[in-house]
């Protein structure tokens, strides 16, 4: 098996009194997809911004490619090839579907202290850039201002900026919220296009969608990670069963 | 973002350049009708047009509401009038202090400010100011209140920046310098990292820029541009008080830059001509014109958040009868 990319030593987050991260030890693997399923307030996205590093631990570690960061902020983490999606959409609006990628994409790369060139004069970024928007099939709607975008589009286009930073390890945080059954059904199809190529963590209540596309699972109930393993053993384990997937047979 | 060339027929434009042409006639104009007042009188638009150019790099594409601009404008003033006091009048040495005093006094004030944001902001950067405007009150030798005249005007290569065309002529080219700058800037990295940090500053984080270092060099940028403006009015005036540094100076820029259109390119032109030529011409008619001020100002703001420029641009695309495309400087939201 190989070393994971992406591995947390028992991460524990507290707000005031509230334990939201127990002690939550996971690991992502190269290549793999691996899905995090959980009731509400189990402390999906508050584990995703510890990964981040938008909120810091109160103990525990966060390794990223063999390397020790839970010190680090949001941007060193993404410079070094951690980036992630959000679950409320998170755009700039004044800017252009693709000025919005570009961004992305130079973000990942190097320094902005640039006072001259147009940032689309840069080819290389916009042909990155480019190959985000067309594997979102957000091509078509390169130059229009974010601000115009629909909902579903949105989702597309926070995709497709997670995407442009080339990421080694992405984050998904329910891509498929609010979104109608075919924009969903589309953004499940392109999961299956970049599972194998891309590392993703997938944060998802959409049932079905988790067990199509998860090689692995990992049920957290009240902060705690409880079980991890394939889509069948989730599916067959009693306890997970009574906890979150009800008694009701799941397929 | 439209292409240049088909833009340069819209009124958003058009009507900046037509001004530029016109700054440019100004001291022809004034050389032979021996108008040396209206010279000097332009020479001050150009030159507050620059700090509120400057002023834009923080605000308009940064979003950072600076009330403490006019510190900057200060010291550039002081920087031309310390020197001068002691006999000095070497310009590049005025310029000299002017760009590493600004510097120095944006990165300080800068920094400690940016760990504040919004009213916090505002509040810091005037607090700054106001003590700026203290020290120079209380520097008794260099005239105090009174504040100083300058007998030695900065000199650059046998250039004397005293003389009211000389010094109109290196405005106007600093200022169209300036703009050509913000120009270029606005859509280069630096300048989307600001406009995008003003927009979702945890988004630009996210993206993998630390937005609090792009601020803060806007804002030293700013600080540096706008002490230029500084020494250049000082030596138009040949006379450096504590009052360029007042908090009034500071709402002012802030005012004359809404009014122009925040964030936009030709808004710190427009929105100093609107206002300095507003105030010349009403105080022709009645001495209260701080009344009648007031209220175009109240009606300027109600044309909406870009300003002018906003208003020059709505008015191209109408009559392109094209609502399509939005004007690029949306992204006013902060």
């Known amino acids: 098996m190989s070393e994971p990319l992406l591995r947390t030593e028992s991460l524990v987050k507290r707000f005031g009194g509230l334990l939201v991260t127990d002690s939550v030890s996971i690991d992502v693997r190269p290549g793999e997809l691996h ?26 570690q966060v390794l990223f490619a063999g390397e020790n960061v839970t010190a680090l902020g949001i941007h060193l983490r993404a410079r070094r090839g951690l980036l992630r999606s959000y679950q409320i959409t998170s755009i700039f609006e004044g800017f252009t579907v693709l000025e919005n990628t570009v961004l992305a994409a130079m973000g990942a790369k190097e320094h902005a202290f640039r006072f001259w060139k147009p940032i689309l004069a840069r080819q290389d970024l916009v042909d990155i850039a480019n190959q985000a928007l067309e594997i979102t099939n957000m091509r078509d709607l390169a130059e229009m201002p974010a601000a115009e975008l629909a909902y579903g589009q949105r989702r597309q286009l926070e995709l497709a900026m997670a995407l442009a ?29 970049l599972k194998g190529s891309h590392t993703i963590l997938l944060i998802e209540h959409d049932m079905d969608a988790v067990f199509a596309l998860a090689d692995r699972i990992t049920v957290l109930v009240y902060g705690k990670a409880m079980f991890s393993g394939s889509p069948e053993e989730i599916r067959n384990h009693p306890e997970v069963k009574a906890v979150y997937l009800g008694d009701e047979a799941i397929g | ?91 590049w040495i005025h310029l000299l202090i002017c760009l590493l005093s ?33 020290l120079f009150v209380s520097l008794k030798q260099y005239g105090g209140d009174d504040g100083t005249s300058i ?28 703009t050509w700058w913000m120009a270029r800037v606005r ?12 927009q979702n500053a945890r988004r630009i984080n996210a993206v993998g820029f630390p937005s609090n270092q792009y601020l803060l060099v806007s804002y030293v940028l700013s600080a540096m541009l706008c002490g230029v403006a500084g020494l250049l009015l000082a030596n138009l005036n040949a006379f450096a008080s504590p009052s360029t540094l007042s908090w009034i100076i500071s709402g002012d820029l802030v005012v004359m830059l809404v009014l122009g259109g925040i964030g936009t390119v030709f808004g710190p032109i427009l ?14 008619f009645t001495n209260h014109w701080l009344a009648i001020f007031g209220l ?13 420029a906003g208003f020059l641009d709505g008015i191209s695309r109408r009559l392109a009868g094209a609502s399509k495309v939005k004007p690029a400087n949306q992204g006013a939201k902060t």
């Open chain 2, 271 to 284: 929105g100093a001509l609107a206002f300095l030529g507003l105030e010349e011409i009403l105080k022709m």
């Open chain 2, 102 to 134: 600004c510097a120095i006094a944006g990165l300080i004030t800068g920094a400690i400010s940016l760990r504040t944001s919004g009213i916090g902001f505002i509040m810091i950067t005037l607090a700054f100011a106001q003590m700026g405007y203290f």
């Open chain 2, 296 to 308: 175009v100002i109240v009606f300027i703001g109600l044309l909406g958040k870009a300003g002018i």
């Open chain 2, 151 to 178: 007998s030695n005007t900065s000199q650059f290569f046998g250039l004397d920046l005293g003389g009211v065309y000389e010094v109109y002529v290196v405005s106007l080219v600093v200022l169209i310098l300036a």
């Open chain 2, 187 to 198: 859509v280069s990295p630096f300048g989307m990292v600001l406009r995008g940090a003003r």
């Open chain 1, 165 to 193: 930073a080339q990421p080694k390890v992405l984050l998904l945080d329910e891509p498929m919220a609010g979104m109608s059954v075919q924009e969903s059904a589309s953004v499940v199809a392109m999961l299956k296009r």
């Open chain 1, 35 to 60: 899905a995090i399923i959980g009731p509400n307030g189990a402390g999906k996205t508050t584990l995703i911004n510890q990964l981040t590093g938008e909120l810091r631990a109160d103990s525990g």
């Open chain 2, 1 to 91: 973002m439209s292409s240049t060339k088909s833009n340069i027929w819209k009124a958003g434009t058009l009507v900046p350049l037509v001004i530029f042409l016109l700054f440019i006639l100004v001291p022809v104009w004034g050389h032979y009708t021996d108008h040396n007042f209206y010279v000097a009188y332009f020479a001050r638009i150009l030159i507050y047009a620059i700090a509120v150019v400057a002023l834009n790099l923080a605000l308009g594409y940064g979003g950072l509401v600076s009330l403490g601009h006019a510190l900057f404008m200060g010291l550039g003033a002081y920087s031309v009038a310390l020197p001068a006091f002691y006999g000095i009048d070497n310009g």
